[in-house]
Nanobody, 116 residues
Framework: QVQLVESGGGLVQPGGSLRLSCTGS????????MRWYRQAPGKQRELIAN???????NYADSVKGRFTISRDNAKNTVYLQMNSLKPEDTAVYLC??????????WGQGTQVTVSS
């Protein structure tokens, strides 16, 4: 079992920045990859970034060059640095842990609103 807690969401103006955090507890050593998803009202959940235990990262085209995923193993935390935010980035952002046995765990989500 893994428990994930996200934080760092909020209201920001277009062009601004936010950093989301996802802190894990429990069987964290069985995690294969950490991922950030987002879901806007009326839209499908979108995978936007992931980072493996080896540190490899991937990004959706919609956030590439603006968002950066990173991890601090000492703090059991994965971050999502979001720069140059746009109104279309408004969504609930969710942290996901995929285990080596392909089981998924989710955080509760944190709201990000980009608006002037």
């Amino acid at each position: 079992q893994v428990q994930l807690v996200e934080s760092g969401g909020g209201l920001v103006q277009p062009g601004g920045s936010l950093r989301l955090s996802c802190t894990g507890s429990g069987s964290i050593f069985s995690i294969y990859v950490m991922r950030w998803y987002r879901q806007a009202p009326g839209k499908q959940r979108e995978l936007i970034a992931n980072i493996t235990t080896g540190g490899s990262t991937n990004y959706a085209d919609s956030v590439k060059g603006r968002f950066t995923i990173s991890r601090d193993n000492a703090k059991n935390t994965v971050y999502l640095q979001m720069n140059s935010l746009k109104p279309e980035d408004t969504a609930v952002y969710l942290c996901n842990a995929r285990m080596y046995d392909w089981v998924d765990y989710w955080g509760q989500g944190t709201q990000v609103t980009v608006s002037s």
